[in-house]
């Protein structure tokens, strides 16, 4: 079966840090661009991050530059997703997504497979 699962979501103060996972299994992430979106209630699925198969190419939303960053580890066929300073505004239910090729990072119709996504609330 192939899935993506997330990890690492929580209750944060403002200002805190958490690491999100996204562990592959049943397939290799090694051709696969990642992508990480987030929802917030009422409001659409956004782009936050983007890592490309080679690690060649990350991108990040303007709302998260300087405090997230994207890194992969193939060999472990993980994807994580740092994020520090964070704020109120930050809270949503956070997904990883995969897919190959993809032409543009921030579209979700772009993504092949979806994890079941993680909570992140940031509120003091």
């Known amino acids: 079966q192939l899935q993506l699962v997330e990890s690492g979501g929580g209750l944060v103060q403002p200002g805190g840090s958490l690491r999100l996972s996204c562990v592959a299994s049943g397939f290799s992430l090694d051709y696969y661009a990642i992508g990480w979106f987030r929802q917030a209630p009422g409001r659409e699925r956004e782009g936050v991050s983007f890592?490309?198969?080679?690690?060649?190419?990350?991108y990040y939303a303007d709302s998260v530059k300087g405090r997230f960053t994207m890194s992969r580890d193939n060999a472990k066929n993980t994807v994580t997703l740092q994020m520090n300073s964070l704020k109120p505004e930050d809270t949503a239910v956070y997904y990883c997504a995969a897919g190959s090729p993809v032409r543009f990072w921030a579209d979700a119709l772009e993504y092949d497979y979806w994890g079941q996504g993680t909570q992140v609330t940031v509120s003091s």
């Open positions: 890592i490309s198969s080679d690690e060649g190419s990350t």
